[in-house]
């Protein structure tokens, strides 16, 4: 999320993240297992994660409901082809809820977004090629632009005065996830349908009543 910086909450029984420690959940393709705490797992991540991220897509903070969400392994988890990080398949810490959109070969897909593990299992001291959902603060890396008028526009730019480092994270970002291009018509539809719900209803009223049956 470019306004906001995700705070992690337990959505997951010490016991049941116990079981998923077990290495047979640390390998490939171990998220598609059809076993009880898998079900499980994924069920009460998927109804915290909407909660913590507003019903809003992680990357983008478009509306999730109709976008098709799935959840997403932040430093991807990869496949038994092209194993990436499958040691966090089931590490809340990295999933987060995003748009199929963000989610797509498009975007994010399966591209290695991890710069370094710097040696340490620790996964809070790995590195990130983009800004990190809970790790990072946003506010270091984004400024969202205000109108003449005062309102907060819908797109993130990159903040001043950052440095090299906390620049390239931020470009990364918002190139990965299309956030100049044309999810910002999407986003500023969205903010509309918000601040004007009866003028936009009354608008696609009119425009029905022309559209030949
Ligand atoms: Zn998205």
Not at 56 to 71: D, F, H, T, V
Request: proline content about 5%; glycine content about 4%; hydrophobic content about 30%.
């Amino acid at each position: 999320m470019y306004t906001k910086r995700l705070i992690y909450q337990h959505s997951v029984s010490k016991q049941l993240l116990k079981r998923m420690s077990d290495e047979k959940y640390k390998v490939a393709g171990a998220w598609d297992l059809d076993d009880d705490n898998v079900k499980e797992f994924k069920e009460k991540i998927k109804n915290k994660l909407i909660e913590i991220q507003d019903g809003k897509c992680a990357y983008c903070e478009l509306p999730l409901q109709s976008r098709n969400p799935e959840i997403d392994h932040i430093s991807p988890k990869g496949g038994k082809r092209r194993v990436l990080h499958p040691e966090c398949t089931f590490l809340p810490l990295n999933l987060v809820y995003s748009c199929h959109n963000c989610n797509s070969t498009i975007c994010k897909g399966q591209k290695d977004i991890v710069l370094s593990k710097n040696g340490k299992r620790n996964y809070r001291k790995w590195t990130f090629k983009i800004v990190h959902p809970y790790i990072d603060d946003p506010m270091d890396y984004f400024e969202v632009p205000i109108s003449e008028s005062g309102e907060k526009r819908v797109y993130p730019v990159i903040k001043r005065g950052i440095d090299r480092e906390h620049k390239n994270k931020a470009k990364t970002t918002i190139k990965m996830f299309g956030l100049d291009g044309e999810k910002v018509l999407e986003l500023a539809k969205e903010q509309l349908a918000v601040r004007y719900p009866e003028e936009l209803q009354s608008i696609i009223e009119v425009i029905s009543s022309h559209r030949p049956d």
